[in-house]
């Protein structure tokens, strides 16, 4: 089962990280989790087409911890910058051994807050 988690403290020029536990569809720690493809997607709407995806073939989501399953995501403010202040979008976070067999791992609201820059 996908484990929810709103994302609503974060503001431009911020990087966004974000650790999950990749499991199984039976909810036990996945197997090989170093030959897993991890994809995130956003969208501007629940059920929308992704507008920003990212993944493990591009180094935003790494291997944290084999034994557990624990893998980290790191986005930084280059890679949100088309995120505009004060929308919300929505997230999932992927995994499978291809793209046939992929299961939801987290998914959740991500909020960027607005600021006022100096001039």
């Not at 974000?18 to 996945?30: E, L, M, S």
């Not at 960027?112 to 820059?117: A, H, P």
Request: net charge negative; glycine share 8%.
């Amino acid at each position: 089962m996908a484990t929810e988690t709103n994302i609503t403290e974060f503001y431009k020029g911020e990087y966004l990280q974000i650790t999950f536990f990749a499991k199984d569809r039976n909810g036990a720690v996945i197997e090989t989790p170093a030959s897993q493809i991890i994809t995130l997607t956003i969208s501007d709407t629940p059920e929308g087409i992704p507008t920003h995806t990212f993944g493990t073939a591009t180094g935003e989501i790494t291997l944290t911890n084999a034994t557990t399953g624990e893998f980290t995501i790191y986005l930084t403010a280059i890679k949100m910058a088309t995120l505009l202040e004060g929308r919300s979008y929505y997230y999932n976070i992927w995994t499978g051994l291809s793209a046939n067999q992929i299961v939801l791992q987290a998914l959740g609201k991500l909020t960027l807050k607005k600021s006022v820059e100096p001039v």
